[in-house]
Nanobody
Framework: QAQLVESGGGLVQTGGSLRLSCAAS????????MGWYRQAPGKQRDMVAI???????NYGDSVKGRFIISRDNAKNTVYLQMNSLEPEDTAVYYC??????????WGQGTQVTVSS
């Protein structure tokens, strides 16, 4: 099985930028899709961005044009560049992976807080 470990969260002012990283280890060759979800207090966990093994990307409507997902297969790492951050982006961000037999993997989460 694979393990996912996020890093890069923190506190930033409105309009600022952060980059999240997610390093995969273990049975990483089994992972097809990778991405990021986020969950704000009292709300459901929502998809932020997904990237396939062929670098096809998909974004949630609220982050289109502001966030960029990418992956470095040589480093087994997926990144989320977050620009023009807004207070509404405040949440715990989770790295996610899906392997070829349908198993989901989750990181432990990293807090992103955007101050107004």
């Amino acid at each position: 099985q694979a393990q996912l470990v996020e890093s890069g969260g923190g506190l930033v002012q409105t309009g600022g930028s952060l980059r999240l990283s997610c390093a995969a280890s273990g049975s990483i060759s089994s992972i097809n899709l990778m991405g990021w979800y986020r969950q704000a207090p009292g709300k459901q966990r929502d998809m932020v961005a997904i990237i396939t093994s062929r670098d096809t990307t998909n974004y949630g409507d609220s982050v289109k044009g502001r966030f960029i997902i990418s992956r470095d297969n040589a480093k087994n790492t997926v990144y989320l560049q977050m620009n023009s951050l807004e207070p509404e982006d405040t949440a715990v961000y989770y790295c996610w992976g899906l392997d070829y037999i349908g198993r989901n993997y989750w990181g432990q989460g990293t807090q992103v807080t955007v101050s107004s």
